[in-house]
């Protein structure tokens, strides 16, 4: 992934979900999920990760240090 | 749970012959288009605020602005925000508890959507729900509430969904002043922060009302008065509102307390007291019609202005709710409601004629306990708010509410709930109530507060103006003499629901 919510901070708000360019967050019991498969950074979208710039509770769309950072194919 | 209420419009007298102040206005202070779409807009209106109730239904929780009175993780006290303990509706949900609200509740005349996002930031959801109303309940007026950024990209389709009532909620048209309020904004699908992010918001703003009111949609304008950052402001805030065909202006107190977790809340930011509210409010008057009956309420608050029902309609409760709607009883309950208001208008006719000799410059403030109808009709240790009215020789006006906490509880008073409630109605030179009990009475007395029950159940203003009439006589008499109040304090926080 590449980005990922803590789940802990999020307001479900879903300003993210609208956002995404990937179309890669979802709401899963209540709070709001990115799918590591689809998450591209923004890379190729946007200068800036949408679901970052958006969300209303800061450290809250963060990166996640488990997975591979995204590497575009080009 | 936290509860808060909400409300807007303005207050005077109306009809008295006075440049009339909006929504305290009534009939044949304004053109007959204009007093159809507020007649029965609690929020548009201060009159029908007695008597017709509203709805917001929460389905647009996503915010395109940050504000710096407002926290998302919590209920937020300025705007409707129903916050943790809350429940998102999806359209369908929210059109299903349109009707079953509006066959329980007849007086049920207007939906608005206010949150607890941006209802213009989540625009799907937003009209998907004025489209399924519409169908629906045709004769419920739809309204929405926006911080303004989107709102020019939008004015097409709210004026395609019928939506006659818009509020913008303007702090500032000062980029540097707006810097202080607002830290981002999202705009073209970045974070700008600062004094360019003020701008943009302000110009989206002030281009949306030119919009708004350019196509003859009603619009208010909300303002969070903020002391040391936009109070003296606002007075500019107001001339740029009006000058743009804004209907109405409603100059709110910042709540502000470190609970909410608010920027403001945190760093000890105040909120206005009762009299700098009021002189700022005062001071705009002539400018145009101020509202001063807005409760702040909840994206999802139901009911009366001041009350708040939406404990009896949630969710779970709708789906088992036998859901008729009748419209044509609808009508024939409100047709009683107009009887009534007709009734009051009336009464407070003919007393203000009785007042007509009397020229004094004396001022006055009183309190009124009441639930509802234009009647003074609520026991004082039941209110969890005081209407306020400014009686002088030209009538009653109201200039206000103050919410305080329960004073009674369980069939008996507390001392220190008495202390708030005298603290709130400080300004106020008597009290009028339904019923007071022995000891509560002997502590407003000495508090300086005149506690009178023997309107009770009568009309508010008929029974003011009787009262200011009385109280000048005594001073002419020497019976008493006139004693000038202090300030009052306006409280920090949110309605809590006595069901919680």
């Known amino acids: 992934m590449t980005y990922k919510i803590v789940a802990s901070q999020c307001t479900s708000c879903s300003a993210c979900e609208a956002e995404c360019p990937n179309v890669a967050i979802s709401e899963k019991n209540g709070t709001f999920v990115i799918n590591p498969k689809k998450c591209t950074e923004c890379i190729g979208y946007f200068d800036v990760p949408q679901c970052v710039a958006v969300c209303p509770v800061d450290d809250t769309c963060v990166i996640d240090n488990s997975l591979p950072r995204y590497q575009p194919s080009a | 749970m936290q509860k808060m209420a909400e409300h807007k419009g303005c207050g005077t007298s109306g009809g008295s012959g006075k440049a009339s102040c909006g929504t305290g206005a009534g009939e044949n202070d304004m053109p007959t288009e204009i007093w159809e779409k507020v007649k029965n807009h609690p929020c548009y209106s201060e009159e029908a605020h007695h008597h017709y109730a509203r709805m917001h239904v929460a389905v647009a929780p996503a915010c395109n602005i940050q504000c710096n009175y407002c926290n998302r993780k919590y209920d937020c006290a300025n705007e409707s925000r129903p916050g943790v303990v809350s429940e998102k509706l999806s359209p369908e949900q929210a059109a299903k508890k349109v009707l079953a609200v509006a066959s329980a509740i007849p007086q049920m005349t207007v939906l608005g959507i206010a949150g607890p996002g941006d209802p213009l930031a989540n625009p799907g959801k937003t009209f998907k729900t004025f489209e399924l109303i519409s169908e629906a309940a045709p004769d419920i007026k739809l309204c929405l509430s926006t911080n303004g950024l989107s709102l020019p990209d939008h004015v097409e389709t709210i004026k395609k969904f019928n939506v006659d009532h818009v ?60 002391p040391g950052i936009n109070d003296d402001h606002l007075v500019t805030v107001n001339r740029e509102v009006k000058s743009r065909g804004a209907f109405l202006h409603n100059i709110m107190p910042l709540i502000s307390s470190p609970e909410h977790g608010t920027v403001f809340g945190l760093n000890g930011q105040r909120g206005p007291s009762a009299q700098e509210l009021k002189a700022l409010q005062d001071s705009c008057e002539g400018e145009m019609n101020m509202m001063r009956h807005c409760r702040q309420c909840r994206a999802d608050a139901v009911g009366l202005l001041g009350e708040d029902r939406s404990a009896e309609f949630t969710t779970d409760k709708i789906m088992e709710m036998d859901v008729n709607y009748d419209l044509s009883a609808r009508q024939a309950y409100q047709e009683k409601v107009e009887e009534e208001r007709q009734a009051k208008v009336a009464a407070r006719n003919a007393e203000l004629e009785t007042l007509a000799g009397e020229n004094a410059d004396l001022k006055i403030l009183v309190a009124v306990a009441t639930k509802g109808s234009g009647r003074i009709n609520e026991h004082f240790g039941h209110a969890d708010e005081f209407q306020i009215y400014e009686l002088s020789s030209n009538g009653a006006k109201f200039v206000g509410h103050r919410r305080v906490d329960l004073y009674c509880q369980g069939g008996y008073g507390e001392e220190e709930a008495l202390e708030t409630v005298i603290r709130a109605i400080n300004d106020c030179t008597a009290v009028f109530v339904a019923k007071i009990g022995h000891c509560p009475k002997e502590d407003l007395l000495k508090a300086g507060i005149e506690p009178v029950d023997q309107y009770a159940y009568e009309f508010i203003e008929q029974s003011a103006i009787a009262y200011f009439k009385d109280y000048l006589a005594k001073i002419k008499s020497g019976e008493i003499t006139h004693v000038t109040r202090g300030d009052a304090t306006i409280r920090q926080g949110a309605f809590v629901s006595v069901d919680a």
Not at chain 2, 170 to 177: A, K, L, R
Not at chain 2, 187 to 214: C, F, N, P, S, Y
Request: charged share 25%.
């Open chain 2, 167 to 226: 509020t913008i909620t303007i702090n500032m048209t000062d980029p540097d002043i707006g810097a202080e309020i607002y830290p981002w904004v999202f705009w073209k699908h970045k974070r700008v922060t600062g004094k360019e992010a003020a701008k943009i918001l302000t110009d989206r703003q002030l281009k949306g009302l030119e919009m708004l009111t350019a196509n003859g949609i009603l619009c208010k304008v909300n303002s969070v008065m903020i």
